[in-house]
C-alpha cells in the first residue's frame, strides 16, 4: 500500500467514526466519548498526511509515532464503546478491525523506520 493509498484509508477511517457517532445515545458520557473518539480518529488522518511531509527521518519518525498512538487511542474507545454496549456490537465490529489493523501498519512502520534509522547513523568512538 503507497502513502496516498494509506492517507486515503485513514481519512475514510475517519469519516467512517464520524458517522457511527452520530448514531450514539445523546448523554452526558456519550459526549465526551464521542468527543476523544473524533478527536483521536481525525488525529489519525490529519497527522498521517504530515508523516507524509516529514523534513528528516527524526520528523518522519516522530510524526508516525503521534499517529501511532492516535490509531491505538481511537481503537481504545471503539472497544470502550462496545464494551459500554452503546451501541450494537455489529456496527462496531468493521471500526474495530479497520483501528486494530491502522495500529498494526503504523506500529510496524515506526519500527521498521527505527531499525533503518539506526542502521543509517556511523558508530562514532569518542
Known amino acids: 500500500m503507497d502513502k496516498v493509498q494509506l492517507q486515503n ?8 467514526v464520524f458517522k457511527m457517532v452520530e448514531k ?5 458520557g456519550a459526549e465526551i466519548i464521542t468527543y476523544q473518539l473524533l478527536k483521536a480518529s481525525s ?6 498526511r504530515a508523516v507524509c511531509r516529514a523534513k ?5 519518525i516522530n510524526k508516525l509515532k503521534i499517529v501511532e498512538e492516535e490509531s491505538d487511542e481511537s481503537l481504545f474507545w471503539l472497544e470502550f464503546i ?3 454496549e452503546l451501541i450494537h456490537k455489529k456496527l462496531l465490529k468493521d471500526l474495530i478491525k479497520e483501528a486494530n489493523e491502522l495500529v498494526s501498519i503504523f506500529t510496524a512502520a515506526l519500527k ?5 534509522n539506526k542502521l543509517r ?3 562514532r568512538k569518542s
Open 121 to 123: 547513523i556511523p558508530n
Open 9 to 16: 484509508r485513514t481519512k475514510i477511517f475517519a469519516i467512517r
Open 24 to 28: 450514539l445515545p445523546k448523554s452526558r
Open 112 to 116: 521498521t523506520s527505527k531499525t533503518n
Open 43 to 48: 488525529s489519525v488522518a490529519a497527522n498521517y
Open 56 to 60: 528528516s527521518k527524526a520528523d518522519f
Open 82 to 84: 462496545s464494551d459500554l
